[in-house]
């Protein structure tokens, strides 16, 4: 092994260790460090990373930007190790982010997108019988990819109804509430799943193999299920191609309970922390993000409004 291998696996630990969650960064960087090994490079250098853009620079702009960024953080680690190694200037790839519009599923879709994951080919079952129930918790508690991911066994407590997120996006712990549904579906998941491995796994969704699914194979299972019920367009070579993500799940559960408060009469400014906490965010303007970001959610928002505005010019 390589020493930028070495010092990327005492990287990555020390990182996940403060509680970040490193799963696309991990993939990203050891991509860059397997390209450096095949050209025989010992440090870092704007040359080497240029020369990986130049041989993989099929992305768009904002995604190598992003790119850059993680390479730009493991170099500025490695510079206090060995001065040899030198951080990429942050202007080498111009990005803005922009953060994508949700995409709303309607029931039927989400059905659909159900049906289709029970489909999945597998060689004992398991596959199918992750993912649609993976898939099925992301939709009706908003849980990150991630965090659905990284729920070992003992994180699912069915018996009072919570699951434990030790590790969410801001690096805190929080409990999510299930609903009696949403407990039955998870008793029965693991159940079978037991059944078919022949054992309890620590980790509480697992793949074939009996081992934790990463980031990219949902992402990929999930991209496989709408290609084929019509919600991304067919691709070739395995490729994603662009169209609902799995993270709009999470964006659905959110936009709908929103929706239901303006619906039903509640106020949203006292609901909006009680979801910012149930979602992890680390601000609730994260959460406010959606009123914008979803026109019927700008639709309720503006009627309230606009009601709340005549009432006090009629006092």
């Not at 969650?21 to 025989?40: G, P």
């Not at 870092?44 to 992305?59: D, I, R, S």
């Not at 999510?176 to 491995?197: C, F, K, M, T």
Request: with cysteine.
């Amino acid at each position: 092994m390589s020493t930028l291998a070495k010092e990327l696996d005492r990287y990555l630990s020390v990182r996940r260790s403060l509680g970040f969650d490193l799963s696309t960064s991990a993939r990203v960087l050891r991509r860059f460090v397997a390209f450096a090994e095949a050209r025989k490079a010992r440090h870092v250098t704007t040359q080497l990373f240029l020369a990986w853009h130049a041989e993989f620079g099929e992305a768009r702009q904002d995604t190598w930007h992003a790119r850059l960024g993680m390479v730009r953080q493991f170099a500025s680690w490695l510079t206090g190790i060995d001065p040899g190694n030198k951080v990429p200037p942050k202007a080498l790839i111009p990005g803005r982010y922009r953060r994508s519009r949700p995409y709303i599923y309607g029931d039927d879709e989400i059905a659909r997108i159900m049906a289709e994951a029970a489909r999945l080919p597998s060689t004992n079952g398991i596959r199918a019988l992750t993912f649609t129930t993976l898939f099925g918790l992301i939709a009706v508690t908003g849980l990150r990819v991630s965090e659905a991911l990284a729920l070992d066994h003992d994180d699912v407590d069915l018996e009072c109804g919570v699951l434990t997120i030790r590790r969410g996006k801001p690096g805190k712990a929080r409990i999510v509430p299930l609903s009696s549904s949403a407990r039955d579906q998870l008793a029965s998941y693991g159940r079978e799943r037991d059944r078919l491995l022949g054992r309890t796994p620590k980790s509480f969704f697992v793949s074939d193999v009996g081992k934790r699914p990463d980031d990219c194979s949902a992402r990929y299972n999930f991209a496989t299920v709408c290609q084929r019920i019509g919600l991304r367009s067919p691709q070739k070579f395995n490729r994603h191609g662009r169209g609902p993500r799995i993270h709009d799940l999470r964006h659905t559960f959110a936009a709908r309970t929103m929706v239901d408060w303006y619906r039903s009469g509640k106020d949203p400014e006292r609901e909006m922390i009680k979801l910012s906490t149930y979602l992890g965010h680390s601000r609730p303007e994260h959460t406010y993000w959606y009123i914008e970001a979803v026109p019927e959610l700008l639709e309720l928002a503006s009627k309230r409004s606009a009601r709340a505005i005549s009432r006090e010019r009629g006092q």
